[in-house]
């Protein structure tokens, strides 16, 4: 390997195989190789690209807030709402456009991955996918963290007494105002009809289902809910150090793993799958898209 190969292998870490040839020989020779990284795929993210895709998720869940709760204004409005805001400030700002916007700014690795994600067909092939590439379901967390936060607030500010209950109610909310400007998004006329209207108030009403029977069962078998925590305000730095302190050390992997059964499995796939075949039917789509 000459000189100029290994100084290019050191300088892109790329894989030439999914690159484009450079098209002038002269540039190859000079250059020490027969392909342009600027048209391959990288091997790896690198801690940057991690922080890249993370920063990325975050601000696609935070910018999913203002979409969510002009989605709820829509379900009293039949779309109105929503239409208003993107017919006067079309030009500035338009619903959706921010979270596809902060998506674009990830790594093209995690835009593959989340391709191969969505073209994974049924739950068994998508969980393959997904275990496959650990930083997506890490990506998607810190994504989901705003709505969750926003859904503790609601519950909060419904004053119901029991922070189960509270929970599950703040969680259907933010699902129902997250469907309903999804749907509108996607209609024709960008508005709502009263069978999408329902749609949306039907998913706010099966995620607050599956959020309380979560709930109940993490009560039950003494794991600890996020979305009950947020109610209960017990969700910070504090908390989560004293919460630690007081877990022996050989039990935080067991804790870690129940919470994140109890958060995904419980609540977050019911919950999804519900979603996504109300969204559907409410567009006219075969059930099972």
């Given at each position: 390997m000459?000189d100029?190969q290994?100084?290019n292998?050191?300088?892109?870490?790329?894989?030439?195989?999914t690159?484009?040839?450079?098209?002038?020989?002269?540039?190859?020779?000079?250059e020490?190789?027969?392909?342009?990284?600027?048209?391959?795929?990288?091997?790896?993210?690198?801690?940057?690209?991690?922080?890249?895709?993370?920063?990325?998720?975050?601000?696609?869940?935070?910018?999913?807030v203002?979409d969510?709760?002009?989605?709820?204004?829509?379900?009293?409005?039949?779309?109105?709402?929503?239409?208003?805001?993107?017919?006067n400030?079309?030009?500035?700002?338009?619903?959706?456009n921010a979270?596809?916007?902060?998506?674009?700014?990830?790594?093209?690795?995690?835009?593959?991955?989340?391709?191969?994600?969505?073209?994974?067909?049924?739950?068994?092939?998508?969980?393959?996918?997904?275990?496959?590439?650990?930083?997506?379901?890490?990506?998607?967390?810190?994504?989901?963290?705003?709505?969750?936060?926003?859904?503790?607030?609601?519950?909060?500010?419904?004053?119901?007494?029991?922070?189960?209950?509270?929970?599950?109610?703040?969680?259907?909310?933010?699902?129902?105002?997250?469907?309903?400007?999804?749907?509108r998004?996607?209609?024709?006329?960008?508005?709502?009809?009263?069978?999408?209207?329902?749609?949306?108030?039907f998913?706010g009403g099966?995620g607050?289902?599956?959020?309380?029977?979560?709930?109940?069962?993490a009560?039950?078998?003494?794991?600890?809910?996020?979305?009950?925590?947020?109610?209960?305000?017990?969700?910070?730095?504090?908390?989560?150090?004293?919460?630690?302190?007081?877990?022996?050390?050989?039990?935080?992997?067991?804790?870690?793993?129940e919470?994140?059964?109890?958060?995904?499995?419980?609540?977050?796939?019911?919950?999804?799958?519900?979603?996504?075949?109300l969204?559907?039917?409410?567009?006219?789509?075969?059930?099972?898209?």
């Open positions: 000459s100029s290994t100084n292998d050191s300088k892109f870490s790329f894989d030439p195989s690159a484009k040839p450079v098209e002038t020989p002269l540039v190859a020779k000079s020490g190789f027969n392909f342009d990284p600027s048209s391959a795929k990288e091997e790896k993210k690198g801690f940057k690209g991690h922080i890249q895709d993370s920063g990325a998720s975050l601000m696609s869940g935070l910018a999913a203002p969510t709760l002009v989605g709820i204004a829509d379900m009293y409005t039949e779309g109105r709402a929503g239409k208003a805001i993107d017919d400030l079309g030009d500035y700002y338009k619903l959706g979270q596809n916007y902060w998506q674009n700014q990830k790594t093209d690795i995690a835009k593959e991955q989340q391709q191969q994600f969505h073209e994974a067909n049924g739950i068994v092939d998508k969980t393959k996918v997904a275990l496959q590439n650990p930083s997506m379901i890490a990506n998607a967390a810190v994504e989901s963290l705003p709505s969750m936060v926003l859904g503790g607030a609601l519950g909060r500010a419904s004053k119901i007494a029991n922070p189960v209950v509270g929970a599950a109610v703040g969680e259907g909310a933010v699902m129902a105002g997250a469907q309903a400007e999804q749907i998004q996607n209609s024709d006329d960008q508005m709502l009809n009263n069978g999408q209207e329902a749609a949306a108030a998913t099966l607050a289902l599956f959020g309380f029977a979560g709930g109940r069962i009560q039950k078998l003494g794991i600890g809910d996020v979305d009950t925590m947020l109610v209960n305000g017990r969700v910070g730095p504090a908390q989560i150090a004293s919460e630690i302190a007081n877990t022996p050390a050989k039990s935080l992997p067991r804790r870690v793993i919470g994140a059964i109890s958060e995904g499995f419980l609540e977050e796939l019911p919950q999804s799958v519900s979603e996504q075949i969204q559907n039917l409410a567009l006219d789509k075969p059930w099972n898209d």
